[in-house]
């Protein structure tokens, strides 16, 4: 159980303190009067009263019905294609193929290599061939049936290690390994000649789709001027921008994105309206017209990127005291059809390379060697889902930890905060985490929350007919703030009317985390103003910087760190204004709740207000711009050593089940979870995250699966994909650490992903000491659990 550490760092539970973010931040400790508090989310009530327009609720008069004829085939040529028919039918406005693409007939977040119109070869069911606009939805889908393709088709690979043989057929010209990446730490070999205990395990998880509330559209508009507005739920307003334009073959310059609101992202509107936007644009760039390109969830299902399925390969030593001393780990990460966002994008950007580095876990590890295989398949392809490659491989080490524990015949507790990382630890990329490492605090703040002793001692049947049995489990993750490139970086403007209300513009954009409450209270604290004063402008490409995309639990610390830089070069202004109206020095000065007063006599004050009006009509700077990046990350290609993020969230899960050993059906009874995020700029918003993210890895663990057969998708609805529902989550119990981020405003560390991750673990960790049986290929549904359960020998007696 937990134990008193002489640890040399602040742990804060809910502290309302500030700390010195590089010097920018000089008001005194305990400060705060608007971040730090639970205040309530500015879309709220447009939301519950069903006032917010999201893009189906667009208008649809004028515009044109773009529709895609999609591949029936998981991998074949195109021989010939007739589109005769579709282009006489009445109504129909465009029927495109390959060709008619006027500018580069490619698309991808990373890697191009996706093609808007497919010419020549298709490489998975859904693969877009054709596109057709026309006046009303029915007349274009008409036109897609009346549309005739030859194929020859070719042998397709569904596997990534068959994909990997030279014999397999190629999917692209250049081969089928996408990324072949590697960790290498001290003596990995030797180390194992050294353990005194070796478990060697395979683990595997599916592919897995978002399932957000509302699917996919895109609107493309041609402007007047020769621009092409595009609108649309995203997450990447600029990397769909740059996209558009490429393909068009026109200047950045000569598109516009703007983002509409947005139900629900989970990394999957990343790519997403990349696909949508740019077919939508080329359609509306033939027709002269607007065109509307709106899916059905089957064709959300078909055609939009999945979390990657994974096969991992573990091997880990120990001495008998629970000391680990060698890590060995191989990915086969299955890309799909396309390379989304899977590749490296230096030094340590992309889906693949952050699982790498993940894979051995949040624990000190001497030795360590990880190969990590991307390949294409002629399945899906992967993209961004809330945790970028981080849940799967948590999945294999958190299950080999407690696998561990049980050969050294430890506690799960144990084992884990005698490895777990703390202040002063290297990671295996060989990086020394210096700073805002509160992991273990995480560990016994979940014990002792949780009741982990007592628990874990209550454990067994608990019926007299001796066919239900309890079971608890723990999982511990981490995971990082920022992208990890080098050109990860935010940008911001701010605007102070003379009336004192304040315009934020920002790229960040709004998918249910919070980012237009969170990041407008940064603002106003920064500004010393009121919540109700910040009007935050959806971000549009034409009128906001450049932000970067909204993902990589970035936005709050990065996006934050901005915002104070800007609103500091406006602030200078508004107290410069304010000590000549008070004749004090601007040194002595405090805005805050819209007053600027005197330090040493609070009495003696002006309105905000009326120092922004001063400021206009002495034309003094009304307008602040921040841009912030991250500390440069490093990653070295041939060993993976260097410090590939900045800082990193840490966390501990805790579940309690109870499994019905004849049937494999299982409860979640009992639920905690601890994060360290640096600070809550809003508790109750961090709250909400905890209690979203547990729910998503639930499904993970117990239900979550697009079934794929020969490159078919079979579960194309939510009616046969399954997820959870109210009923399925337990009460869950979170608890919010802060443990200072000296590179975060005001402290605080990402929240948005790290949720999700040690959930799915904790949860099969405590199936498996419940009956036995451990799930090694998630989902562990009642099917798997009780073939588990039979695989172990039966139940555990009574």
């Known amino acids: ?71 029936p085939h998981p991998h074949a040529l195109i021989k010939a294609i007739d589109i005769t028919k579709a282009k006489a039918l009445p109504g129909v406005a465009a029927v495109l193929t390959a060709k008619d693409v006027p500018g580069r007939n490619g698309f991808g977040a990373i890697i191009p290599d996706q093609p808007v119109i497919c010419g020549d070869k298709v490489r998975y069911v859904g693969d877009g061939v054709a596109l057709v606009a026309a006046e009303t939805e029915a007349i274009a889908q008409h036109a897609l049936e009346l549309i005739q393709v030859e194929y020859e088709s070719l042998e397709p690979v569904f596997d990534p290690r068959e994909a990997l043989k030279e014999a397999a057929p190629k999917i692209h010209d250049e081969g089928n390994l996408l990324s072949f990446n590697k960790l290498r730490k001290g003596e990995v070999e030797k180390a194992f000649q050294d353990a005194e205990v070796i478990l060697e395990r395979t683990y595997e998880v599916p592919f897995v789709d978002h399932a957000y509330l509302e699917p996919d559209i895109s609107m493309a508009v041609p402007q007047a001027n020769g621009t092409m507005l595009v609108e649309g739920p995203m997450q990447a307003p600029f990397t769909v921008r740059r996209n558009i334009n490429a393909v068009l073959g026109v200047p950045i310059n000569m598109v516009r994105v703007r983002q509409v609101p947005m139900g629900g992202g989970f990394g999957g509107k990343e790519d997403s309206p990349i696909d949508l936007g740019c077919r939508a644009a080329v359609l509306a760039h033939h027709c002269g017209r607007p065109v509307r390109m709106s899916l059905e969830r089957e064709e959300v299902m078909l055609q939009t990127c999945k979390r990657h399925p994974m096969i991992m390969d573990v091997k880990i030593g120990a001495k008998k005291d629970g000391t680990l001393l060698a890590f060995q780990g191989v990915i086969y990460d299955e890309q799909g059809a396309y390379a989304g966002l899977g590749p490296v994008l230096p030094p340590a950007g992309g889906s693949h390379v952050h699982s790498m580095i993940m894979m051995p876990g949040p624990y000190e590890i001497p030795n360590v060697k990880v190969d990590a295989y991307l ?80 628990k874990c001692a209550e454990t067994g049947y608990v019926d007299e007919e001796g066919t239900k049995r309890r079971g608890v489990g723990v999982g511990m993750g981490w995971y990082r703030t920022s992208i990890g490139t080098h050109g990860d970086a935010c940008g911001v403007n701010i605007h102070v009317h003379e009336d004192g209300s304040v315009l934020l513009f920002s790229g960040i954009t709004e998918m249910g985390q919070g980012a237009y409450t969170v990041l407008p209270q940064i603002c106003a604290e920064e500004l010393g103003v009121r919540m109700e004063d910040i009007r935050y402008v959806r971000p549009d490409t034409d009128m906001v910087p450049e932000s970067g995309p909204t993902v990589g639990s970035r936005s709050t610390t990065l996006m934050g760190n901005a915002i104070v830089l800007a609103a500091r070069q406006v602030k200078e202004s508004i ?22 007063y005197d330090r040493e006599n609070q009495d003696s004050f002006v309105s905000f207000r009326e120092a922004a009006f001063k400021c206009m009509v002495t034309g003094r700077r009304l307008i602040g711009q921040g ?35 004849e049937t494999g059906e299982v409860e979640i009874t009992d639920y905690v979870a601890a994060f360290d995020i640096g600070k809550a700029i809003n508790p109750k918003a961090v709250e909400g995250q905890i209690e979203g993210g547990v729910a998503m890895g639930l499904g993970y663990a117990l239900m979550e699966e697009v079934v794929v057969e020969k490159g078919a998708i079979q579960n194309l609805s939510l009616r046969n994909y399954l997820i959870p529902t109210s009923l399925d989550v337990p009460d869950i119990k979170p608890i919010i650490l802060e443990v200072e981020n000296k590179h975060g405003p005001y402290g605080a560390k990402g929240i948005g992903e790290m949720p999700n991750i040690p959930a799915t673990p904790a949860i099969v960790n405590a199936i498996a000491n419940a009956c036995g049986g451990r799930v090694r290929s998630l989902p562990a549904d009642p099917e798997r659990v009780f073939r588990a359960i039979q695989a172990a020998g039966g139940p555990p007696e009574k």
């Open 575 to 596: 107290l410069d204004a304010a000590a000549e109206m008070l004749n004090v020095p601007s040194e002595r000065l405090e805005a805050k709740d819209r007053k600027i």
């Open 1 to 71: 159980m937990p134990e008193e550490r002489d640890e040399k760092k602040r742990v804060k539970v809910l502290t309302k303190d500030k700390i010195d973010l590089n010097q920018l931040l000089t008001v005194p400790a305990g400060a705060l009067s608007v971040a730090g508090k639970s205040v309530v989310r500015t879309d709220a009530r447009a939301k519950v009263m069903g006032a917010l327009d999201f893009g189906a609720d667009y208008a649809q008069e004028g515009f044109l019905f773009g529709k895609i004829l999609r591949s």
């Open 627 to 661: 841009w912030w990046a991250p500390p440069k990350p490093s990653l070295d290609p041939e060993t993976g050593q260097g410090d590939p993020y900045f800082v990193y969230t840490y966390s501990t899960h805790m579940a309690e089940v109870i499994v019905d050993v």
């Open 375 to 454: 390949c294409y398949t002629n399945h899906p392809y992967g993209g961004a889902m809330r945790g970028f490659g981080a849940p799967q491989v948590h999945v294999a080490h958190e299950q080999a930890m407690d696998e561990l524990a049980e050969e050294l015949g430890m506690n799960p507790f144990e084992i884990r905060r005698k490895n777990g990382f703390k202040l002063g630890s290297v990671t295996a990329t060989g990086q020394v985490l210096d700073q805002s490492v509160g992991l273990i605090d995480t560990l016994e703040a979940s014990a002792k929350a949780f009741n982990w002793e007592q």
